[in-house]
């Protein structure tokens, strides 16, 4: 039977790149979303040749991510590989978004990835074998005004990254950190930073930073940071977000 690789928030951008990659490897697919395009995500990746399957829901809940977690487990298959991808930004001063804005991004960013980690680690341990990746971010490396709580939910996936690798280094599962810069993808948009000169500018190749993540995952390595780019053509230098971000004004959302 084919190894069984999870990916969540994996009907587009990162999250579906990498699901595409694993797919051509010959892993068959547990994938998540919050809308309805994760059924279309499945017919394209079904298309690859391995099995697909599909589960909604809102990662920002705790049935969400448990739900997601039971459908992958109720497979009756190891999980071999488990990318914990899902994460939204949030563009704007702090002292103007919602709080409840602010609490959805700790929700998916922090919580989540904490709880679907948790069922992971206590499935793959048992089993000697299995491999993470947190998907975290440059943001996690630097000051991001006007991403203010954001970047350092990123921190957080990064230093928890770091520290269960640690301790599960005899174990037989590897965590690997991936920490993208900017990336071509809809995240920005979808942050509320449309306007934004971070959107704006010059953008990572999503399926390099897809291609390079799963290279990482595979070798097991620690961490992945885009600066350390193998084509480096390909790439807006990982210290181009910097400035863009510590000029805090050109983030604030117009309109
Ligand atoms: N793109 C960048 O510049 C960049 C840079 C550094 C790090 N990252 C990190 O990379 C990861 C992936 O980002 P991306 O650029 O691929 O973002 P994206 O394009 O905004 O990701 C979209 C995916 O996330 C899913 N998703 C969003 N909210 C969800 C929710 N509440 N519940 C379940 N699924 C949800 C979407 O499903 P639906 O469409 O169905 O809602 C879709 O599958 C994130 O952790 C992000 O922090 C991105």
Redesign the pocket.
């Known amino acids: 039977m084919s190894k069984l690789a999870m990916i969540?928030?994996?009907?587009?951008?990162?999250?579906?790149?990498i699901a595409r990659i694993l797919g051509g490897m010959g892993y068959d697919l547990a994938?998540?979303?919050?809308?309805?395009?994760?059924h279309d995500?499945k017919t394209e990746l079904e298309k690859i040749g391995v099995a697909v399957y599909a589960f909604?829901?809102?990662?920002?809940?705790y049935d969400?991510v448990e739900g997601?977690w039971q459908f992958t487990k109720d497979l009756g298959r190891n999980v071999d590989i488990a990318v914990?991808?899902?994460?939204?930004?949030l563009g704007g001063a702090f002292v103007d978004n919602r709080l409840e804005d602010d609490f959805?991004v700790i929700a998916?960013?922090i919580s989540?990835t904490v709880h679907l980690a948790k069922r992971v680690v206590q499935h793959m341990v048992p089993n000697k074998a299995g491999r993470i990746m947190i998907?975290?971010?440059?943001?996690a490396t630097t000051p991001t005004p006007y991403e203010t709580v954001?970047g350092p939910?990123?921190a957080f996936?990064f230093m928890f990254s770091e520290s269960l690798r640690e301790e599960l280094r005899d174990t037989g599962v590897s965590v690997t950190a991936?920490?993208?810069?900017?990336?071509?993808?809809?995240?920005?948009?979808?942050?509320g930073m449309a306007t934004s000169k971070?959107d704006h500018g010059a953008?990572?190749d999503?399926h390099v930073?897809a291609q390079q993540g799963v290279d990482a995952l595979m070798q097991s390595e620690d961490s992945l940071r885009h600066s350390r780019s193998r084509s480096p053509k390909s790439y807006s230098t990982a210290s181009t977000t910097v400035p863009h971000r510590l000029d805090g004004p050109d983030l604030r959302i117009s309109g």
Not at 178 to 191: D, E, S
Request: proline share 2%; charged share 15%.
């Open positions: 969540s928030g994996s009907s587009s951008g990162i999250g579906f790149e994938i998540s979303g919050a809308s309805d395009k994760i995500a909604q829901a809102d990662a920002a809940t969400g997601f914990l991808n899902v994460g939204i930004g959805r998916i960013n989540g998907v975290s971010s440059l943001s954001y939910s990123k996936g991936l920490l993208p810069g900017a990336t071509n993808t809809r995240f920005h948009k979808n942050a971070i953008k990572n999503l930073v």
